[in-house]
């Protein structure tokens, strides 16, 4: 099968190098990906949202499978589009997708089918959130854009001056474009967080081993809201208990629901979950695989993935067993110097010979003459498959400084907590 991958992340060099090792492939394409990712595919230069050009190359090189896996294009349709085409292509549809591209939705939907998540309000009018805001007595509050904010749409306010200001900037100054038209405000949670990233068919779950995103810049969770600075497999705080609780009161409750609201989901979904005082609540859903926790995972992964993407959406995901390792997948991001903030490309970089186990996939890295220039915010993720977490920490951190360009940096932490 000749394959296209869309995106140009860690997550997609993961998904490509995953996919090199199925008997079914012969050929992976991506689009437009990275400098890492041109040594398992061949990069076309489309991007995400060109649709029509997406579609254009997929006829012309007779692909039989399209793997979306940014959230952009899933929920702007690019599902729908390839397969109005007659083009295979794993992801959810538009409808589908919205569970993520619109928190408001998603948020009501939780409400109607009675799946735990925050107590919220919504708003699309400035004023009628900021009068919400000025009545609130207990802080933290979590304000959240509608939609997609490149995972920084938000904030946790920790008093009522920072709240209205950020309500502000969110509504008035727009700084989030149109993702923050409608608002959601809404109680702060706290507990351990953990993904459960599961392949769904609409029908059968097939959840992946569990993960912990570390979203905070900084070691000790300090700073702004990355798009997540490592991640490790399985997540400490899912216990067969918790695991129980969570595909009892959360994932099948969701997949039953979006079925019955006609919004079959055919995927990975995503669950960001905290395991509260009072039971484990929904933070956030995903139409697709986290970044960086696919990093993390899929290492792990024994089975053919090619063969698990046909299965969702050939609706046969019951027919397959999907096998894993028993160990600890592990992975650190190397980011850009001003990341999130201010982000500075174009530094050249250097990279050392690494210990042989570990797995350098590339997130933000371009070549130019043979040489090797950031490209992003978050550059490189370092990962490992050990026996433990400690043994991962140990192979990832004395290997990590071998990778070097101006600004590098990285949170020391990951794994620790
Ligand atoms: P999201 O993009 O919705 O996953 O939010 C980003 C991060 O903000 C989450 O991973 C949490 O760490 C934090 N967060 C979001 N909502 C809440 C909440 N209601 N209470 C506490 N922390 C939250
Ligand atoms: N790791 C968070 C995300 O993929 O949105």
New binding site residues.
């Given amino acids: 099968m000749k394959v296209l991958v869309i995106g140009s992340g860690g ?1 997609e060099h993961a998904i490509c190098t995953k996919l090199k090792e199925s008997k079914l492939v012969s050929k992976i394409y991506c689009a437009p990906g990275n400098a890492g990712i041109a040594n398992v595919a061949t990069l076309v230069d489309s991007k995400p949202m060109d649709f029509l050009s997406i579609v254009d190359f997929s006829k012309r090189e007779e692909i039989d499978l399209v793997v979306v896996a940014p ?1 952009n294009p899933l929920a702007g349709g690019l599902v729908d589009i390839l397969n109005a085409n007659d083009i295979k292509a794993f992801g959810p549809t538009k409808r589908a997708a919205e569970i993520e591209g619109s928190k408001a939705f998603s948020k009501s939907f939780m409400k109607k089918y009675g799946i735990p998540t925050a107590d919220y309000a919504v708003f699309n009018k400035y004023e009628a959130a900021k009068d919400y805001l000025d009545k609130v007595e207990k802080f933290p509050i979590v304000l959240k854009a509608d939609g997609l904010a490149f ?1 920084k749409g938000v904030i946790i306010a920790h008093d009522k001056v920072s709240a209205q200001n950020s309500l502000e900037n969110m509504m008035l100054s727009k700084v989030f474009g149109d993702a923050a038209n409608t608002v959601i405000i809404e109680e702060f949670l706290e507990g351990p967080e953990m ?1 459960l990233l599961c392949f769904t068919d609409g029908k059968t779950v097939s959840a992946m081993p569990s993960s912990q ?1 570390h ?1 905070k810049a900084f070691d000790g969770d300090k700073g702004l809201n990355t ?2 600075m490592g ?1 490790f497999s399985p997540a400490k705080a899912y216990t067969p208990q918790v695991e129980k609780e969570i595909m009892e009161n959360i994932v099948k409750k969701t997949i039953d629901g979006l079925n019955k609201e006609n919004r079959t989901f055919k995927g990975v979904l ?1 669950f ?1 979950l905290m395991a509260t005082a009072s039971g484990v609540k929904v933070i956030e859903y ?1 139409a ?6 696919t990093q993390a995972i899929l290492p792990l992964l024994e089975s053919d993935l090619c063969e698990i993407m046909l299965a969702t959406i050939d609706g046969t995901l019951n027919n397959i067993d999907i096998k894993w390792k028993n160990k600890v997948g592990f992975s650190v991001v190397v980011a850009s110097g001003g990341y999130p903030e201010n982000v500075i490309k174009g530094y050249e970089i250097e990279i050392l010979p690494l210990d042989e186990d570990l797995i350098l996939y590339h997130a933000g890295t371009k070549e130019s003459n043979g040489k090797l220039y950031t490209n992003g915010g978050r550059v490189f993720n370092l990962s490992v498959v050990a026996d433990s977490i400690d043994e991962a920490r140990k192979k990832v951190y004395s290997n990590i400084d071998k990778i070097k360009f101006t600004g590098a940096r990285y949170r020391s932490d990951i794994g620790i907590k």
Avoid: H, I, L, S
């Avoid at 697709?288 to 926790?293: A, M, S």
């Fill in positions: 997550r959230d995972g993904t995103d979203k798009g997540g991640a995503y960001g995903n697709r695989f986290g970044d960086p926790e």
